[in-house]
């Protein structure tokens, strides 16, 4: 299957300090991916659409100011965590979707896990 | 909006054994219901999928049913092996508009007893 790479795996920072996790799509194009939080022992909740070229859809309730999403080509998107607090440690994860619309295989990278401190 | 349920929460087998997790889905539109397994730490990898024009599709131990009247899904596991042990998603999406967007359940974790 298609490859979605994502780094870093593990980031330890200092509250306050942003921090920026890059996704690619290795063997495929991707216009859109999709980036996710996972906290302990739960499900995967969507946080942001990511759309190359254009500004990228947020879900309810998540703040755009604080989570920069940034897809300036058809193989990578970053998510910037802006002024990190301990809250906001958590698993992040991207996904990106290959195949044409009807068809299309979602494929995700291996997490990021984000420690602020 | 779609709304994706699934069970049991955890499951616990004996090797050798068959795991059944189950799922239901909400929104008739959905056509593609994906299954992912996540490992402690890792990103999810799908590991079947299946299409509503189809009711059931296998790769070797693992197999995957489709209702479409029901609105439910399964992911049947045969001669569970330790390194089965994960949690698994079920997850749907509908057809129509642009985007790809996944509706996920709550997940499974399955244990494989040696």
């Known amino acids: 299957g298609a490859v979605v790479s994502q780094h870093p795996s593990r980031v330890i920072c200092k509250s306050g300090t942003s921090v920026k996790i890059e996704c690619r799509s290795l063997?495929?194009?991707?216009?859109?991916m999709f980036w996710y939080r996972q906290f302990p022992k739960q499900s995967l909740m969507l946080m942001a659409t990511?759309?190359?070229?254009?500004?990228?859809?947020?879900e309810q309730g998540v703040e755009k100011d604080k989570f920069l999403i940034n897809h300036a080509s058809l193989t990578l998107s970053t998510l910037t965590v802006t002024s990190a607090h301990p809250e906001d440690s958590s698993f992040y994860i991207c996904?990106?979707?290959?195949?044409?619309?009807?068809?299309?295989?979602?494929?995700f990278g291996a997490g990021t896990r984000l420690s602020v401190l | 909006g779609e709304n994706v349920e699934q069970h049991p929460s955890t499951l616990s087998v004996q090797e050798g054994d068959s795991a059944v997790i189950k799922c239901t889905y909400s929104?008739?539109?959905?056509?593609?219901f994906p299954w992912y397994k996540q490992e402690l730490g890792k990103g999810p990898q799908l590991i079947i999928d299946?299409?509503?024009?189809?009711g059931e599709k296998k790769d070797q131990r693992i197999a995957v049913t489709l209702n479409k009247t029901a609105k439910h899904f399964s992911l049947h596991i045969t001669e569970t092996q330790p390194e089965d042990s994960a949690v698994y998603f079920c997850?749907?999406?509908?057809?129509?508009?642009?985007?790809?967007?996944?509706?996920f359940g709550k997940g499974t974790l399955l244990t494989v007893n040696p």
């Open positions: 996904s990106a979707p290959s195949g044409v619309l009807a068809k299309n295989i979602q494929y």
């Open positions: 063997d495929f194009q991707a216009t859109t």
């Open positions: 990511s759309n190359e070229g254009s500004k990228a859809t947020y």
């Open positions: 929104d008739s539109a959905s056509n593609y």
């Open positions: 299946i299409r509503s024009n189809v």
């Open positions: 997850a749907a999406k509908a057809s129509g508009g642009s985007n790809y967007k996944l509706t």
